[in-house]
Structure formats: C-alpha cells, structure tokens
C-alpha cells in the first residue's frame, strides 16, 4: 500500500470530542439531521479515520439522571471500546451549559445552589476523566455570561469564578488526579457576552489564583476568530507564558454565528500560520478538533470531516518546513535576523547605561530608509501555500 505522507499518526495527537464527530446538526433553525452516535461507535470511527484520542464532556458520556450502576457500565464499556480501537483520552471536561439549571450561569450564577451545584458537578466529572486516564481538565464557561449587566457586577462574577477554580485546584490535587486545568475563552454564543472573552483575559485571571501552575489556557481559532482576533497571537502568548495546555483546533469566518468549521477550511493563511507556530516551537500537547461535520452529511461525511480537519493540519505541517527551508524566505529571514544582531537594543537598565541611551545619536532617516520586504516575504508565503512553489 503507498504510504500517504498526510495520515495521521500517533506522534501528532489528533483528538476529537464525542459531542464533534457525535454532533447531529441540529441548530436554533432545524432538527438534528444525524441519529445519535453512540460512544463506542464514535471510538470505532475515530479509529477507523487516524485518530489518537478521544474527549468527552462527563454528559457526553453519562447521561446527566443516570444512576451510578448504568454510569459504572457505562464506563466499563467506554473503556474497553477504547482499548480496544488504540484510543486514548487525554482530556475531559463538564457541561456546564445544557441544563436549565446554569441558564443564568454555573460558577457565576446569581444563586449559590446552583454555583454549588455546578462545582460539585464539575467534581464528578472529574473523576470520571481521571478513571479513563485524562490528564487535562478543560473548562469552558459557555453559560458565564449575560444579555443584561444589572443581574449583577461583572467583578463579582470574576471573584466567583476565581473561588470556584481555586476550589477545584485544591480538590483536584487533594484526590491526586494530577490534571491541569485548561480555560477556554469565548467572547460570546450562547450568552449575548461571555465573561472572559479572550485567551488574553484568562492569562490574566491566572495569575491571580492560589495555584496558577495548576491552570493554564485552551485556546480556540473559532473564538478569537468571532472577537476578529489573531488566533496565533494569542496562542503565542500563551506559549511564552508555559499556559498552552491544550488547543481547540477549527474555523469560523467573522460576523457569523458559531460556526465550527473543519480545520483551516475558512482561513487557510491563519491556520498555516497557527500551524506553523506549534511546529516551529514543538507543541507536543494535544492537538484537539473542536468542529463539526456540515448539516449536510450523514456519518461518511463526518469520516471525510474528521479526515479532512487531519489532512489538513498536516498539509499545513508540509507548508511550514517548505516555508523554513525555502532559500529566498531562508535569506530574507536572514537581513531581518542582521538588524537584530549585535549589541542588544537597551540592555539591562541602570544609571549609566540609561545615561549612555539619553545622549545617543539615532540617524532617524537611515532607520526608516532600511529594507524590510515583508512584500516580497508575504507572495512567497502565497506561493508556497498556493502550490506554485
Ligand atoms: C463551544 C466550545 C465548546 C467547548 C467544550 C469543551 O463553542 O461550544 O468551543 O465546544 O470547547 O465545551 O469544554
Ligand atoms: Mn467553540
Ligand atoms: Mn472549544
């Protein structure tokens, strides 16, 4: 068989949620268009197309008014279904959005019940990841939000959110489950405004938890896509910072609904971009795709779907290393990398030094007359990814 150099492998992570591949179609307009996917057999086509892991939501998995018998069996055959097709779990998080318990929120409602509720929720599911073996725990504030800002303070609603995750930092360590806590920013959908609207915001609130090396960020290309944000830029931030603890891989074209599109299909150049970064800096954590099939296929098109999100990823992959390689980038690269070179621009600051850059000279037009052919540096990017290169 010739071997296809864009199949997925184990080394790339590939994973998906049971709630991406098992996603029905439905929308606030129109029924769902596919049955249900049971979880084993979302395990059994997640093998069949390449994939490495498998995600779940705890509801995802166990219905939300199951009783721990059916929940244990459940497992049981979850667990098994995975062993058996090669699937790992990597990651698991709650819903805290579904039910009409959290409409005004979980961790930020305005009613502590059901705040404590959605921790205690938020508990189980966590030791229902632990039992599959997850070592992320991802949490995702769909709910966290308002249409009106006179249900309460938004600085309120930080204070809750940060009791709430210092709680389960504490809970998560005292049972030893060992996960790091990964939180995913969206701007909006489905609250009018979602607390915490950016990755940026997270990175923020991070440091001011009780154990901030417990809690790092998940990323979203839909979401600061939504806000008409540089998805990369984020990612970056975070990176430099040691909070990419996981990323959620799609696509979403500006100023519409929430899309989840398969990976790079509505802004191929920011995905080769975000791809590249992973590759060029070595991200080895999950690479997780948070999308979903068109309303138009059944269940081979969710293959094609799942199939295409990897294809592409890898494609992209290909692009980068042509991109590193390419000998006009490799000697452009190299007149941006010269200007940089030498003395380093202010140093470290003191007296002398701060008195040393107060006198000097800067020959301002020979600055601006300098080269920088990011024109020249953006058609080859062009090229190569348009395949004429
Ligand atoms: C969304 C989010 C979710 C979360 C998931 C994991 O827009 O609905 O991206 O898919 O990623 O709930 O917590
Ligand atoms: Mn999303
Ligand atoms: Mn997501």
Redesign the pocket.
């Known amino acids: 068989m010739p071997t296809d150099k864009y199949e997925p492998r184990p080394e790339h992570k590939f994973t998906f949620?049971l709630?991406?591949v098992g996603n029905r179609g439905r929308d606030p307009f129109g029924d769902a268009v596919r049955e249900t996917l049971p979880p084993v057999e979302a395990v059994r086509m997640l093998a069949e197309v390449g994939a490495w892991g498998v995600?779940f939501?705890d509801n995802d998995l166990v219905p939300i008014d199951a009783p721990p018998g059916e929940r244990d069996q459940i497992v049981r055959d979850f667990k098994s279904a995975c062993e058996k097709n090669g699937i790992t779990v990597p990651m698991a998080?709650?819903?805290l959005?579904y039910d009409p318990a959290f409409r005004d929120g979980a961790f930020t409602a305005n009613d502590a019940e059901v705040r404590a509720y959605a921790v205690q929720k938020t508990m189980r599911a966590m030791e229902l990841g632990a039992e599959l073996g997850a070592k992320i725990f991802?949490?995702?504030g769909?709910r966290e939000g308002t249409e009106t800002d006179a249900c309460r303070r938004p600085d309120e609603a930080v204070k809750r959110l940060r009791e709430a995750l210092n709680y389960l930092c504490e809970y998560s360590e005292s049972q030893g489950y060992g996960y790091r806590l990964a939180l995913?920013a969206?701007p909006n959908?489905?609250r009018a405004d979602i607390y915490m609207p950016t990755t940026g915001a997270y990175l923020a609130l991070i440091a001011t938890l009780d154990r901030p090396d417990l809690v790092g960020v998940?990323p979203?290309v839909?979401?600061e896509h939504m806000a008409g944000l540089n998805m990369t830029h984020a990612v970056a931030q975070a990176w430099e910072m040691g909070k990419l603890f996981h990323i959620?891989l799609?696509d979403q074209l500006p100023g519409r609904y929430?899309q989840?599109l398969r990976f790079g299909s509505a802004n191929p150049r920011a995905a080769f971009w975000l791809v590249k970064f992973h590759e060029d800096v070595k991200y080895d954590a999950p690479r997780h795709f948070?999308a979903h099939a068109y309303r138009t296929e059944d269940y081979e098109g969710v293959k094609d779907f799942a199939r295409g999100c990897m294809r592409t990823y890898l494609i992209l992959k290909e692009k980068a290393a042509q991109w590193n390689a390419d000998p006009e980038i490799k000697a452009i690269m190299a007149g941006i990398d010269e200007m940089n070179s030498g003395a380093p621009a202010v140093g470290e600051f003191n007296k002398e030094q701060s008195t040393a850059l107060l006198a000097r000279n800067f020959d301002r037009a020979a600055l601006a007359a300098k080269k920088l052919p990011y024109e020249r540096l953006d058609q080859l990017t062009m090229d190569i990814l348009l395949g004429v290169r």
């Open positions: 949620g709630w991406t995600n939501h998080t709650v819903n959005f991802v949490l995702w769909g995913e969206k959908e489905p998940n979203e839909a979401h959620d799609n929430d989840d948070d």
